[in-house]
Nanobody
């Protein structure tokens, strides 16, 4: 099983980026996928998640209204569209997947079984 995160980069405040998380070695549509981020010296924090059915999405309060998570199961890919980026969004972003998450656990990093490598997002002021 492999998760490959991509799409990070350097952007000015107010700009946009779209992150992708491509899954291989698993039936991606059967997995809940989450995005987390970690800034230097800080704990890993939940950003957004999308349930395996694709019907339910969850967001951290800090990104609501600015970020949108979506999935294309035919392409085994989950996207995180980020708009109105702020310097405080600067972090390494990680995608994670799990098959058995309940709704109350989607924000818990320890509940996810598979993790991709990070992709760096840097927002300049």
């Amino acid at each position: 099983v492999q998760l490959q995160a991509s799409g990070g980069g350097l952007v000015q405040a107010g700009g946009s980026l779209r992150l992708s998380c491509a899954g291989s070695g698993l039936t991606f549509s059967a997995y809940t996928v989450g995005w987390f981020r970690q800034a230097p010296g800080k704990e890993r924090e939940f950003v957004a998640a999308i349930k395996r059915s694709g019907g339910a999405t969850y967001y951290a309060d800090s990104v609501k209204g600015r970020f949108t998570i979506s999935r294309d199961n035919a392409k085994n890919t989950v996207f995180l569209q980020m708009h109105s980026l702020k310097p405080e969004d600067t972090a390494a972003y990680y995608c994670a997947a799990d098959k058995s998450l309940i709704c109350s656990s989607v924000g818990n990093a320890h509940a996810y079984h598979y993790w991709g490598q990070g992709t760096q997002v840097t927002v300049s002021s």
